[in-house]
């Protein structure tokens, strides 16, 4: 290592945001090269004899330690029966530990190698690392339990976590690990055959943390507790882009409790012995702001300018990076704006917050010993070089204790570790390696930004005598997520993946001879953010309540319409998926009385989604009863949790389909905390019934895809009720 | 100056200010941590507690305004309470992070309402938000609960007190 580390850390830090966010796109592009060892450089994690993945103690218990934050999504539990699969592990002594922060050791191989937990691709990236991890322990312990008997190692049978030869000698783990621990372990060891699973795809894989999250004993960043830790709130500008002016401290070092304030680059800290003196303090501070150089268009300006790019009034720039820049399209352009057109309609996206249940927070010791982080890291490794570049330090450096978060959907992966870094600021001024934990209010989350963005759709198509798509004109207008990502990348110079995935690649636009679409992404001074699903929470309700539309201007039966274009561009995974849910919805036989049903069907991380909605309109608004879902994600490793993920993807999609809006006046956010933004309350929360496709192809991504189908599946229930489209979210405006 | 609050069956003296949210004094200062904040502004139910059996929102309630109501928090529910089976059996949680206000919520319901009905349970519910959606779940396990052999044990008094840990 020749280079000055901080060369290392600012060319690693273009790479990490290159791969990382195409990654977390849901693309996955490999990145052959050594990042994660530069990475990796200056951490001290130890390995133990059976790899980075297992550890096995003497009381039989085996451990799985995993690479991937667990926020909810039973990743844990589906990590631990992969390895467990192959193992033979006896399931009920089987532990899930999380991993330290090592681009090397845990890299998502989805990612470039990079560490990060997104894109739904935690169990699709670690499936053959962990079987391979838990067959290789398999084989090490056969062995050792082969000479320690003088048997051979091919008599040898493993079954739930029993060790056994037919001579009637047998051992758990336990007994063996020394034994085992001394044996090379095989460069290829032998995975099963699927066909022999007894774990894998069955409901016996059960989450691990349930008794934990339900006795009060799991572990958050917000109940992090620490010999001479102090509190931290800041006082954020109003605006994006602002920056502080001036403060008067007075007040805020007056009130008790409070141990000091200070300037960082996102505001003024207040640090205190509790959080509610941190409060108070925060309170009482004076703020003068600097908004220059801030973001002060309403949301409502935001979208007629995006509009207005959409219909031509205002003219795109003649540039390639800010311009135009077109997707799937295919024939002759000028006839996709000719014809007479079947549908050509517009669509509105608001800005969202994700809104998790504990609001952004994290633990930071810097100036003794090596910085430390606590808190439920998405992306140890940009949390690591973002934090590196703060304290001077190695990124791989930093360690970080990975705990529970209350909910991410993508709000925790940011290219800038946004409160990461504001914690890091505090911890710095603080020094001497006290522990500060920043906690922001549920006014501070939800007004930080990084929102799903404004987006805009213009759609036109003119159909064949048959009443199929014939032509598509579609343009898309929202700001980039990617923006920065080097040229080059599926994020950079290119096009942003994230805003067109899901159109890019549709089905749809496959079975339609000419299609002419493009994207643009101007700027806006909002930060942006994925949102679980990502490019689909909009351009998966944009074709298929665009198709519901077409469907019914032929006179045709929605799901009849789309089968008939699914054979067209070959798309049999949606075939297969839109007839099971056709099938136990009973889509042919009448829906309960006062009931409708909305078919929808989408795509995303590599697993494809329909639905069927029930539906009615009460008081203006529309409640969903029953919706059958089915999934495709190839291997079901846990059916329940993926059960458990369709019904809680379907809530979050639904709640930002009927009431989820940010919005702002003047560049201020009008939300602050729930009583502003909406979310879905219980008794609007639909019951799902999920149906998995049997696969036997490697499994993909399930955190995500159950959110985008519920808004288009209710959608278009309510167009069979009313007869008319919903062209802008959310349903219910207040 | 000293309060004296009645938390899980134990009568603790604690110093925070006596406009201090419970919410606090219960995390910061007696390191009773399972019960969470999440919107400050009794909006989402995270911080639900019992006082007297009654469900409060700790996030709103100053510690002097408790007088001698008997608060029950997560901890207090002992960890085999039926609903906290019902929750394990049925896998509710996904983050976790919102169980503890649920399963309070929950605990004061069936506790009037022993056998609930569909809106019986999202009447009493509807306080609680989960971003995760395991709404359908917590629906479940309350009915789970109400059915269980042992549902007479739903009760608003703590099963067992864990000692508080006080700040470290």
Known sequence: MNKPFKDIVSAASRREVLVVGSALAGTSLLVGCSLPDALSAGSKVEVGAFGPFLKFSPDGTVTVISKHIEFGQGNHAGLAAIAAEELDADWTKVKVEQAAANAKLYGNVNMGGTQGTGGSSAIANSWTQLRTAGAAARAMFVSAAAAKWGVSAGEITVTNGVIAHPSGKQSGFGELVADAAKVAPPEAPKLKDPKTFTLVGTNRVRRKDSAAKSNGTARYTQDVRLPDMLVAMVAHAPKFGAKVKSFDATEAKKTAGVTAVYEIPTGVAVVANSTWAAKQGRDALKVEWDESKAETRSSAQILAEFKDLASGKTPAPDDKKKGWKGFDSKGDAAKAAGGTAAIDVTYDFPYLAHAAMEPMNCVAMVGKGPTKLIFGSQTPTLDQINTAGIVMALPGSIQIETLFAGGSFGRRANFQSDYVTECVHIAKKVGKGRPVKLVWTREDDMRAGYYRPLVHHAVRVTTDAQGFPATWKHRIVTQSIMKGAPPGSPGGGGIDFTAVEGAMGSPYLKATPIVDAQLITPDAGVPVLWWRSVGATHTAYVMEHTIDQLAKKAGKDPVEYRRALYQKAGAGRHLTVLNLAAEKAGWTTPAADGWTRGVAVHESFGSVVAQVAEVKVENGTPRVGRVVTAIDCGTAISPDQIAAQMEGGTCYGLSAALFGSITLTGGVVDQQNFDTYRVLRNSEAPTVETYIVPSTAPPSGVGEPGTPVIGPAVANALLAITGRPTLSQPFVKT | ?168
């Open chain 2, 1 to 168: 100056m000293a309060t004296t609050v009645d938390v899980n069956g134990r009568a603790l003296n604690v110093n925070s200010p006596p406009d201090t949210p419970l919410l606090w004094v219960l995390r910061d200062e007696l390191g009773l941590t399972g019960t969470k904040y999440g919107c400050g502004v009794a909006q989402c139910g995270a911080c639900t507690v019992l006082a007297d059996g009654q469900p409060i929102r700790s996030c709103q309630v100053p510690i002097s305004a408790l007088g001698a109501a008997k608060i029950t928090t997560i901890e207090g529910l002992g960890g085999n309470h039926p609903l906290q089976q019902a929750w394990v059996k049925l896998d509710v949680p996904q983050c976790g992070y919102c169980q503890s206000g649920q399963i309070m919520s929950a605990c004061a319901l069936l506790a009037a309402n022993p056998k609930p009905d569909d809106a019986a349970i999202t009447g009493a519910m509807d306080g609680n938000i989960c971003r995760c959606g395991a709404y359908q779940r917590i629906r479940a396990a309350i009915k789970e609960a109400a059915a269980a052999p042992a549902a007479p044990a739903v009760s608003a008094e703590p099963a067992a007190a864990p000692a508080p840990s006080p700040a470290a």
